[in-house]
């Protein structure tokens, strides 16, 4: 009986956690929609149990919202909190960063300039979802290398409550940002500059706390 793992269940509630999140952030399930774990798991083609798993963490997360014996919804997307949020993210890759510059390797340098050239190209091509994966990639370098996983596992809960924004203004025909402080972030770290590139970090993520500010 040892032998025996319980990995499908924890597997298809991740799954599941996924294909939800990525719905609400990409606004395919709008802020105030309702969403019910019957039809969600017929869409997905999976049982309730794990979309209600699923529905339990995004809850956590701030993305859904549950009134007990009446709905799940998703939850209205106040600046405040967008707000809240980025900051935590900032302070997140604040200290990931400063760990991380002595650690970095010139492999890694490079995948961070790898993932600012695809961003670069997705930006002028209008692809927001590819910039954001760039994005993510690029920033998880330091958060990868610095080893801390109270530091990317915040970072990973808490960033989809900014994407949210980041859509819908990109949506809007607002920019999506620019290569140019990330091209910095990197010549810092490539530098092992670290106070350069904690400051440039705090640069680059103050500037979703003011498009929050900006949504008040």
């Known amino acids: ?20 999140r990525d719905a609400i952030v ?7 929609a309702v ?22 963490r995004l809850v956590d997360e701030g993305l859904l919202e549950t009134k007990p ?39 890694d340098t490079d995948a961070m300039g790898e993932a600012n050239r695809r961003f670069a190209a997705a930006v002028a091509a209008g692809d927001v979802d590819a910039a954001l994966r760039a994005d993510d990639e690029l920033h998880g370098v330091p958060v990868r290398v610095s080893g801390n996983r109270a530091a990317a596992d915040t970072v990973a809960r808490y960033t989809p409550l900014i994407r949210r924004l980041e859509r819908r203004r990109f949506g809007q025909g607002a920019a ?27 640069e680059i993520w103050r500037v979703l706390e003011e498009l929050a500010d900006e949504e008040a």
């Open 1 to 20: 009986m040892a032998a025996i793992r319980r990995v499908q269940r924890t597997l298809l509630r991740d799954q599941a956690c996924t294909a939800i």
């Open 26 to 32: 990409g606004g395919d399930l709008a802020p105030g």
């Open 69 to 107: 014996q009446s709905h799940t919804r998703v939850t209205p997307l106040v600046a405040a909190d967008v707000r809240d949020a980025a900051a935590v993210v900032r302070a997140m890759h604040e200290l990931a960063v400063r760990t991380a510059v002595p650690r970095l390797t010139r492999a």
């Open 176 to 202: 999506c940002g620019s290569a140019e402080p990330h091209a910095r972030l990197i010549d810092a770290c490539a530098a092992g500059d670290v106070t350069g590139a904690v400051r440039i970090t705090t």
């Open 35 to 56: 969403v019910r774990d019957a039809d969600l798991a017929e869409l997905l083609g999976l049982s309730r149990a794990p979309v209600r798993a699923a529905f339990s």
